[in-house]
């Protein structure tokens, strides 16, 4: 069994650096309400899932081009890429905010 981290606590391969075009801060696309009832609970994305987006359909990037940019394997960015192509279709939809963190809540989707 493979134990990583102080006592063994965190399992599985340790999270690999990657590259990113910009600087990790807290940021947030809130819609504009169209009823004030009951804001709906935000969307978390992180980072990883922000930055292969954005390589991939804001600067044209072919998607071994821009894993290798940020230095992670093809597949890994082919799921990040996936994920934020959920969370994005969903905070459209059911017009959700959408918060991109590092820190990610429990109770968080």
């Known amino acids: ?3 990583w981290g102080p006592r063994g606590r965190f399992r599985g391969r340790p999270v690999k650096p990657r590259s990113l075009g910009f600087e990790p801060q807290i940021f947030q ?5 169209q009823d004030t009832s009951r804001p709906p609970p935000p969307i978390y994305m992180t980072p990883d899932e922000f930055e292969a987006y954005r390589l991939v ?3 044209g990037l072919t998607q071994e081009e ?7 394997s093809r ?3 082919w799921r990040c890429l ?3 192509r959920k969370k ?9 905010p959408l918060i991109v963190t590092h820190e990610v809540p429990p109770q968080a989707v």
């Open 29 to 33: 696309f809130i819609p504009f309400p």
């Open 66 to 72: 821009a894993a290798k940019r940020m230095n992670i």
């Open 1 to 3: 069994m493979w134990r």
């Open 82 to 84: 996936e994920n934020a």
């Open 88 to 96: 994005l279709a969903t905070m459209l939809a059911e017009k959700r």
């Open 75 to 77: 597949g890994t960015l």
């Open 57 to 59: 359909f804001y600067e």
